[in-house]
Structures are given as structure tokens and as C-alpha cells.
């Protein structure tokens, strides 16, 4: 079992190793894993730009903990875990001739994570900042934010890829 928390630094310090972890899984795993699933090559793109940002959010991370003077041991997040199940369990579902289907449902997983990630980062802005480190507020809310614009990329590749369905079948 993961340490006993006795204060809110603490609990800040132990939900940014959780971030680490997903970063972490995002960036080794997760997302190389996506760009080769996916087929729409603007999701392909949206994916292969996040990766490098990612690893980005990873340095960054471990600089607020290292500011906390806090371990920087990355700690296992079941919610992160329990999406992945969710996407695996979903493209086995799918069944089609093309790869509209499996391309939304790779979006449909990334777009959840940039929530859980958006969440993630926008609490621990207030809780950092109602602690009085307003650095470390202002740096995660930058990374809310990269985490918004990804989001929108991975939106506009999915409406294109919609697009392009009802376009070609209306030929
Ligand atoms: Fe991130």
C-alpha cells in the first residue's frame, strides 16, 4: 500500500506522482500504441504531437515534485487503468470493413484520457495555489491547458473523419 498522507502537501505531492504514472504510461505506451492503431492520418498526427509533448508533461512533473521537495516516484492511477480496460474492451466490440469504427473508437479513449488529465491538472492548480505555491499553480494550469489543445485536435480529426464518411457515401 502507498504511504500513509497526513497533510494536504502531502496529498498534492501524492496525486502529481499519479500524473507522473499516466504521463508516463502516455508516453512510452499508450499513445505510441494509438498512432500505430489508428489509420486517419490526422489522427495519426494529433497522436504523434502529443507523444512529444508528453514527454514534455513528464519533465515538467517531476520538476513540481522535485519544487515540493517530495518523492518522485510515479504512483499507479486505477482510473487511468480503468480507461484503457474500457478502449480494449471497446475496438473488441468492433466489427466493419474499413477503419472508421476503430479510429473513432481510438478518439473516443484519447479524448477521455485529455479529461482525466484536464481534471487531474485543474485541481491540483487550486489545491497548489490554495497551499500558497502559485508557480506550481500557474505551470500545471499550462499543462491543463496543452492538455485542452490536444483534446481540440483529436476533436477536429474526428469530425473530419466524419466528414469524409458521409461525404463519400453521399457519391
Ligand atoms: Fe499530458
New binding site residues.
Partial sequence: MAELLTNPRELLAARLRQ?LW??LQ?SEDVLPQLREQAHAPDLQWAFER?IL??EG?VEAVREVLRDLEAPADPEESPAFEGLVAEHEQLVKQVFEDGHLLSDLAHAQAALAT?HL?MAG?QSLASLAETLGEETIGIRLRE?ME??EL?LEQVERATAKLLAEKVESERL
Fill in positions: 500524473m499516466i504521463e502516455l502529443h509533448e508528453t508533461h485529455e488529465e491538472y499543462l496543452q492538455e490536444a
